[in-house]
């Protein structure tokens, strides 16, 4: 699975990722800890043209450790989000589970802790940030976090996020093979939706034949004969919602040939 990240500078993502990696491993759960700050460090400075290198190989990083079957902890501030989205896509793509945990802590305390280390970011970038971001879920209902945790309060326990985790992951495999089947399902659909545009094509086309080859025909006939094919196809339409339009394909043949019959004759 994926566990992406969120949280503003300072807020102990990186702290977090560490912990639950070795608590991860002590589960038998191989992990890996990917996110841009690790190819950012590996640049002897900093540069804005790198950033685009180091945004692709961030996540031709995390495609592949996802390849290889790790579970990848995305520790990023994955601030946008069009980034969460992608993030999610990708995991999807590959038929794996997103578990995103949103790390928070009052804007104080950030401030205070990134003074702490340094103040690598100016105070006041992650001030921006913080009266910027929009709480996640609000746009999109996709984007609502699985997981919150205030990092100021809290002492973490590792243990349960786990728990919490694992049982996410079940719950995200269940409702997603509960999609494949629904998938399953509409490609029956489309088949009967196929099947009857053939119908109407196809008796569209026999009665044409018929009219044209019966030249005699009132116009009172072709009128009924038109408002018979309609009336079949529109009944098909009724029947099709039980999901039994393929058991009259055959009656349909019949149907239609006993029809013409009947014009003939009359
Ligand atoms: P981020 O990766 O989100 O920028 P870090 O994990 O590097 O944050 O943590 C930033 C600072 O806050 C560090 O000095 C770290 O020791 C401290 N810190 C991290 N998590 C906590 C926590 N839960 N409680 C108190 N301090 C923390
Ligand atoms: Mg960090």
Not at 104 to 121: D, F, M, Q, W, Y
Not at 217 to 244: A, P, Q, T, V
Request: with cysteine.
């Amino acid at each position: 699975m994926l566990i992406m990240l969120v949280g503003l500078p300072s807020v102990g993502k990186s702290t977090f990722s560490k912990n639950l990696s070795k608590k991860l491993i002590e589960r038998n759960i191989d992990n890996i800890i990917l996110g841009t700050d690790l190819i950012r460090e590996s640049f002897p400075v900093w540069k804005e043209n790198y950033e685009d290198y180091i945004k692709k190989m961030n996540k031709s990083l995390i495609s592949e450790a996802l390849d290889e079957g790790f579970t990848v902890i995305v520790d990023d501030t994955n601030y946008y989000n069009s980034k969460r989205r992608d993030l999610i896509h990708m995991a999807n793509l590959k038929d794996k589970n997103c578990i995103s945990i949103y790390l928070k802590a009052p804007l104080e305390v950030l401030l205070a802790r990134n003074i702490a280390r340094g103040a690598k970011i100016p105070n006041s970038v992650i001030e921006d940030m913080y009266l910027k971001f929009d709480e996640m879920g609000t746009k999109y209902k996709w984007d609502k976090p699985d997981l919150e945790i205030d990092t100021h309060l809290e002492a973490i326990n590792f243990d349960e996020i786990i728990d919490k985790i694992f049982k996410l992951d079940d719950e995200k495999s269940s409702i997603k093979s509960t999609f494949k089947s629904k998938d399953i399902e509409n490609s029956d659909n489309n088949d009967n939706y196929n099947f009857k545009n053939k119908l109407d094509v196809e008796t569209r086309h026999i009665i044409g034949e018929f009219i044209k080859n019966n030249k005699n025909l009132s116009k009172e006939k072709i009128k009924r004969l038109s408002n018979y094919r309609k009336n079949y196809i529109k009944n098909l339409r009724d029947i099709e919602k039980d999901g039994i339009i393929i058991k009259n394909e055959k009656e349909f043949n019949e149907y239609i040939l006993t029809l013409l019959e009947e014009f003939k004759s009359e």
